[in-house]
């Protein structure tokens, strides 16, 4: 193998792939990037057997052939050669990998390509087989924007440890839930057509998925059993999906509001915010009092101070007070774009709902007010 390209372009493909390089596996292949030179171009690839990151970059293939090099190590050497002229690598004898770029030299020491493990190949498939869905990038980036960070880092609920992308009658849901919270988003898709699937996508190719996407292009997904491809452009993101039943979470949804009111949506933010200051680990709760035609938002924390912060909204129901962990709703405030939400509850014991157009929902369970 021997390929020549730049240094920008070297660095940009590793950046695709870096983070799907095993850092604690025993097998010391895991800890490589396949770098393979063929008829479309140059190629790399990264995995840790959970996900896998491919990223085809421009350059010359002047001898087609494939290697794996230490990740880690090539990584700091492209970050480190200078800026000017080409970078060429050729794989020698012994899985022996020379690297030059203008007056440096670096040779470091691969393994087989026949040792790296084989992703799934979807490309044989029929496009019915593999139940190909294509979405423009903005959509799903938007739509993780709102829901990702509701996901649950508790390992033990493992079915909880992703997002739900639900396939169905032409519209995209996405939901996300910690138990404590939830966040549900969804997009019609005319060009979805007729595919029924749910599938649970995991939070570590949730995040790779949140730094490959862009505002422009279409992103495609390829189903095939257990497995997920994303094509993003020039790369291709390989997941393992979260295998078991999400959770019945329509049922947490309350089907009827008893109050509701709309409030500016980065006034309630930023009062969230400032409220949030005096909480600590044993009173991690703000005061959400409710009263005719105002919202007050406060925090008494003894030993510590307090805050209290009043915003102007249009309501006539009876007073109500609510506690509510700060967190949770700037969370979700913090990513919505509409100027005003729709913030609904029944009695301060129920979840209550923010709503934002028809197209989103967030749930969040009241705290005990302290």
């Known amino acids: ?15 695709a792939v870096q983070n799907a390089v095993s850092s604690k596996s025993t097998l010391p292949i895991l800890s490589h990037v396949l770098l393979e030179g063929g008829k479309q171009g140059i190629r790399l690839t990264a995995t ?13 293939v002047l001898e087609e052939g494939a290697v794996t090099i230490p990740a ?14 080409p970078v060429s690598i050729a794989l020698k004898k012994g899985q022996s990998v020379q690297i030059e770029s203008g007056k440096s030299y670096f040779r470091l020491v691969g393994l087989p390509r026949e040792d790296f493990p084989q992703l799934p190949d979807f490309s044989s498939l029929s496009s019915k087989e593999v139940g190909v869905v294509k979405v423009p990038q903005r959509f799903i980036r938007n739509m993780l924007q709102l829901t990702s960070f509701a996901m649950s880092h508790d390992e033990t609920r493992y079915v909880l440890n992703g997002i739900l992308f639900s396939f169905k009658e032409k519209v995209l849901r996405l939901v996300g839930t910690d138990g404590r919270r939830l966040a549900l988003v969804e997009r019609e898709i005319p060009e979805m057509g007729s595919l029924r699937k749910d599938v649970i996508v995991p939070m570590k190719t949730i995040q790779e998925l949140g730094r490959a996407l862009s505002e422009e292009g279409e992103m495609g997904f390829y ?11 020039r790369v291709m ?41 005096l909480t600590h680990q044993d009173s991690q709760s703000i005061k959400v009092n409710i009263i005719k035609d105002k919202v007050v938002i406060s925090k008494n924390t003894p030993d510590v101070g ?19 962990n700060p967190a949770f709703l700037v969370d979700a405030l913090k990513n919505i774009e509409e100027e005003q939400i729709q913030f609904g509850f029944i009695d301060p014991e129920k979840p209550a709902v923010i709503k934002s157009g028809d197209a989103y929902t967030y749930i969040v369970l009241p705290m005990q007010v302290t």
């Open 1 to 15: 193998m021997k390929i020549t390209t730049s240094k920008d372009v070297l660095l940009k493909g590793m950046q």
């Open 48 to 60: 840790d057997l959970e996900i896998g990151v491919s990223a085809l970059v421009d350059g010359e």
């Open 306 to 324: 307090e805050v209290r912060e009043e915003l102007d909204v249009d309501y006539k129901g009876a007073e109500v007070t609510i506690g509510f």
């Open 237 to 277: 993101i390989f997941s393992r999906l979260v295998e078991g039943e999400y959770p019945n979470y329509e049922q947490v949804i309350p089907k009827k509001i008893k109050e509701q009111f709309r409030v500016n949506t980065q006034e309630l933010l930023q009062a969230a915010k400032r409220a949030g200051i």
């Open 72 to 85: 880690r190590k090539f990584g700091e050497i492209v970050k480190e050669l200078g800026s000017q002229g």
């Open 223 to 233: 189903f095939k059993e257990n497995q997920l491809q994303m094509q993003l452009g």
